[in-house]
């Protein structure tokens, strides 16, 4: 029996379009263990939002194509199950916050209704022992005066108090896994700081385990345990947040990590931050060898040529380089 809570195995995801067959993802492994918050992290458009979606089946195909790859939850093959199996699934051992709140939840039903239905789907409960249930969440997320706003629509509440609605929708079944999808997001400082003090305690309060899926480093320095950087549809490392953030292994972590913003650093104090000259390759025509030859200031001739494999370089730290073969 496998440790780990999920498992993705050898997962590609293509796309049919104009231009070509568009390789979104391509042959990522991720693992999961319980109650453990395990960061997704890197640029838009390289296909970590597209990888969360596919774990609960959430990708029409076609267009989506998924050519090879396994998700494996509690020893369960999630690509081998039924329509009906799935649906008992999604929002009941998996749930998920989905990106922008506002187009997430539906503008014409009350939140209220919205956030019940996953308990009415799934759980033999009245309406009204329902209510009582969403009420008790809200409050439990930090939505003042929560019976009142039990029945107002999404656009009466602030940009703050949506996410904590779609928290409360993604906690009211105690889900094992839980799928965070840039859950702060167009949120200021303070609401982001408070939106990640929330899936921590959540995460602690009903042991389940979180894949927060960001593009921001410093939210996750904040809450996950190990992260994976995917670039170019590809995992390039994974890592404890403490090495990654100290000794990040490979060339493009190491630029993501010099493009922060220090105030440890005072040596640092009026220089230009640092950046990554050039721009992500189009997926549908991925240049031979390693994605990010043309951008690397490490780049050897091999780069050029072949595109390296994870290698496990340390027992918790694995690199997609050729700086360590």
């Not at 509690?74 to 008992?88: F, I």
């Not at 000794?247 to 650093?265: F, V, W």
Request: hydrophobic share 40%; proline share 6%.
């Amino acid at each position: 029996m496998s440790e780990n809570l999920l498992e993705i195995k050898n997962l590609s995801i293509h796309f049919k379009t104009f231009f070509g067959l568009l390789k979104a993802v391509r042959n990522i492994d991720l693992e999961i263990k319980p109650k453990e918050i395990v960061g997704l992290v890197g640029e838009s458009g390289c296909g970590k939002s597209i990888t969360a979606r596919s774990i609960l089946r959430l990708l029409k195909t076609p267009p989506a194509i998924i050519p090879n790859g396994d998700f494996i939850f509690e020893g369960k093959y999630l690509n081998r199950l039924s329509t009906e199996e799935m649906r008992e699934i999604r929002g009941k051992a998996i749930s998920m916050i989905f990106q922008e709140p506002m187009t997430s939840l539906n503008p014409v039903f009350k939140v209220g209704d919205q956030v019940a239905e996953a308990l009415l789907t799934h759980g033999r409960l009245s309406k009204e022992e329902a209510a009582r249930q969403v009420t008790a969440v809200f409050k439990s997320v930090g939505i003042p005066d929560a019976e009142r706003r039990y029945d107002v629509y999404p656009h009466q509440l602030s940009g703050g108090l949506r996410q904590r609605v779609m928290i409360a929708m993604a906690l009211i079944c105690h889900s094992k896994l839980l799928i965070a999808d840039e859950p702060t997001t167009a949120l200021d400082v303070t609401i982001q700081s408070q939106i990640l003090d929330l899936i921590g305690e959540s995460k602690d309060r009903y042991d389940m385990s979180v894949l927060l899926i960001t593009h921001d480093l410093g939210v996750i320095s904040e809450v996950a345990d190990r992260v994976y950087v995917m670039y170019a549809g590809k995992v390039v490392e994974e890592n404890t947040v403490e090495k990654l953030l100290n000794r990040p292994g490979h060339p493009y972590t190491e630029g993501l990590i010099q493009s922060i913003p220090r105030l440890d650093l005072p040596h640092r104090k009026g220089m230009r931050l640092n950046t990554l000259s050039g721009k992500v390759p189009e997926l549908y025509e991925i240049p031979k060898g390693c994605p990010f030859s043309d951008r690397c200031l490490k780049v050897m001739p091999i780069c050029h040529e072949e595109d390296p494999e994870l290698k496990r370089i340390e027992p918790d730290t694995q690199v997609a380089c050729w700086l360590y073969r």
